[in-house]
């Protein structure tokens, strides 16, 4: 697997509290992006990075807010949880932008009560 | 924006079986098409891609086709095996460095 860790791996807060779930990669690959994997969905991008401080919004970016400060961690916050945000949130990388080839990390599983 | 439909959502097979998995997608524009493999409670990992000035790719009992004029794609997996029941997802992607994802197939192999 390539060099992608996700933390927390598991996590359960209560509505209204803010989280922040980190990816972090010793690839030094220029993208990096954050899905959310919910049945009958597959996976939808919320927030991508291409570059240190430079990001855009997915077809799910409502709620969710990113920084990406340094080229090895992307953050993915969710400013006041609701119970309709709780999935599994996985991180991809990438090294290009033809031919986007994206590899994953392991996956943190977000439960808001 | 890119839509990629998948079909079947469902699909099983018995071992030795070949399956197919298929896939068309809306932007005329994407060029790169992966497919991904995710067994239960695991990332999705990457199988095999074709690019659209390609029209077959294989790789040992697994082989994806690409019909750019349809704006179609399938994934082929013969003599399938139990280790391949997982979930497999297609996904589109042009110069936007993003891909967009099917909904996914659940492939059951049975012995």
């Known amino acids: 697997d390539a060099g992608i860790t996700q933390s927390p791996r598991h996590k359960v807060t209560e509505t209204g509290t803010p989280v922040t779930l980190r990816c972090h990669q010793t690839?030094?690959?220029?993208?990096m992006y954050w899905y959310r994997q919910d049945p009958g969905h597959g996976l939808r991008l919320i927030h991508y990075?291409?570059?240190?401080?430079?990001?855009d919004k997915g077809e799910v970016s409502d709620g969710y807010s990113v920084s990406r400060s340094k080229t090895e961690d992307f953050l993915l916050t969710l400013e006041s949880a609701t119970s309709s945000q709780t999935s599994v949130y996985f991180c991809?990388?990438?090294?290009?932008?033809?031919?986007?080839?994206?590899?994953f990390g392991p996956g943190t599983r977000l439960t808001v009560l | 924006g890119e839509n990629v439909e998948q079909h079947p959502s469902t699909l099983s097979v018995q071992e030795g079986d070949s399956a197919v998995i298929k896939c068309t997608y809306s932007?005329?524009?994407?060029?790169?098409f992966p497919w991904y493999k995710q067994e239960l409670g695991k990332r999705p990992q990457l199988i095999i891609d074709?690019?659209?000035?390609?029209g077959e790719k294989k790789d040992q009992r697994i082989a994806v086709t690409l019909n750019k004029t349809a704006k179609h794609f399938s994934l082929h997996i013969t003599e399938t095996q139990p280790e391949d029941s997982a979930v497999y997802f297609c996904?589109?992607?042009?110069?936007?460095?993003?891909?967009?994802f099917g909904t996914g197939t659940r492939l059951q192999v049975t012995l």
């Open positions: 996904a589109a992607g042009g110069t936007a460095s993003k891909l967009t």
């Open positions: 990075s291409y570059g240190v401080k430079d990001t």
């Open positions: 932007d005329s524009a994407s060029n790169y």
């Open positions: 074709i690019r659209s000035n390609v």
């Open positions: 690839e030094n690959h220029r993208y």
């Open positions: 991809a990388i990438s090294a290009r932008d033809l031919y986007n080839e994206q590899f």
